[in-house]
Every structure is written in C-alpha cells, then in structure tokens.
C-alpha cells in the first residue's frame, strides 16, 4: 500500500530568505516525490496576531501529528525553536532528518560529533543531509541560463538528495515497535508535560489513538 507521508520542516522563519527557501524546497519535495511527502510549514501554520504561547503549542500539536520531522541545522549557533523541535520529535521516536547547508565548520568535530553541540547528535531513526550550499548554487549557475533554471536545478537537487534520507530513515525500526499502549502515554505525556493548556487543542485522548493509529498503519511505530 502507497502511504502519504506528512513532514514537520522545522527551520529559522525570521527573514524573507529563510521563509522563500523553506516554501521553496517544501514545494520541491512535494513535486519530487509525487506528493508522497506532503510537508507541514510553521511559517503557514502561526498566527502573528495571538500570543507567543499559542503559536508555541500550535507548532507542538503540529509536530506531534506529523510522521516524520526534517530540522534545519544550519548557522553558527541552532536556532533555539528548532532544537526543541528536533528534541520533542525525537522524545516521540520520530523519524527524522537533519539538514544543513551550511560550509561553515565548528561544533564538536574534532571528538567525532557534527558542526553543532554533540547534545543534539546520535539520536536514533536520524539522519544527516550535509552539502555545501554556495557550491550547489554555483553548479546550478553553470547549467543555467535565468534564474528560474538556477533554482530548478538547486532545489531539485537538495529534495532528491533529502527525499533519500526521509524514504531510508522512516524504514528503520520504531524504538517501541509493537507496543502501542506505551506509545499512547508517550504520547499523552507530550501534551502534559509543555503545560500551557496545550491539550486543550486536541480532543484528549482521541487525538492521541488517531495519531498512533495511523503511524502504526504507516509502519512508522
């Protein structure tokens, strides 16, 4: 059976570049795979004009729903709201894949981690995209003729490569595989434990047997 898979794309909102490259390669991933893969925005998802703890918990819900997760690494520093994201989804045993295209070099390499804090590395059911994202854009220069070819060729080439990881990574085995009852209450306790009223934007625990249900039907728990 050919499942639709939805995706959490948890990365920086905060300019006009990080909201276009988002939406950007949300939409190639989509037209990559067929819409096999159907991605989950928080930029579209958040309302500016309610507070920041509505949007937090909103970002939650949504997280928590989703089937896999796909965390923007990139920058010096993480952003701190992805971090979160990337923990929650790993705290629910979420198939995950990191991205960076970022070619600056720091973190903790040199005792065998990434280019960020080795407390967000070896998590289980994850895996890591890396490239160079200017040496990208300079090939897709040299194939193209005007800018619309130039991003064609760019994010096509990112989906592909991202669309690998999320196709291998949802295939590994669920941590708690076979044991939904423990998965509920992994589950419910996600929307126990941020506080701040966050379940009563679900239905309780109709919410939760929806979700599992369906990541259980999807082979993904």
Not at 212 to 218: D, F, G, N
Request: proline share 2%; net charge negative; with cysteine.
């Amino acid at each position: 059976m050919n499942h639709q898979f939805t995706i959490y794309f948890g990365g920086s909102l905060f300019n006009h570049k990080d909201l276009t490259g988002n939406a950007l390669l949300a939409e190639y991933i989509e037209k990559a795979s067929d819409n096999q893969y159907r991605c989950c925005l928080p930029q579209n998802v958040e309302q500016h004009q309610t507070s920041a703890l509505d949007i937090r918990n909103q970002d939650i819900v949504k997280l928590i729903e989703c089937d896999l997760g796909l965390f923007g690494f990139d920058g010096t520093e993480l952003d701190a709201g992805v971090v979160v994201e990337f923990m929650l989804a790993k705290f629910l045993d979420i198939p995950a894949v990191i991205l960076r295209s970022d070619f600056r070099t720091c973190g903790e390499k040199e005792i065998g981690g990434e280019d960020w804090n080795f407390m967000c590395s070896f998590y289980p059911r994850t895996r890591v995209v890396k490239f160079n994202a200017i040496q990208f854009y300079q090939e897709a220069t040299e194939e193209s003729q005007t800018l619309n070819e130039v991003f064609d060729i760019y994010y096509t080439r990112i989906a592909r490569m991202t669309l690998e990881n999320l196709d291998s990574v949802r295939t590994e085995q669920p941590l708690l595989k076979g044991d939904q009852r423990n998965l509920e209450t992994l589950y419910q306790w996600a929307l126990t434990f941020p506080g701040g009223e966050i379940d009563k934007l679900v239905s309780g625990t109709s919410f939760v047997d929806q979700i599992v249900a369906s990541k259980v039907r999807k082979g993904l728990a």
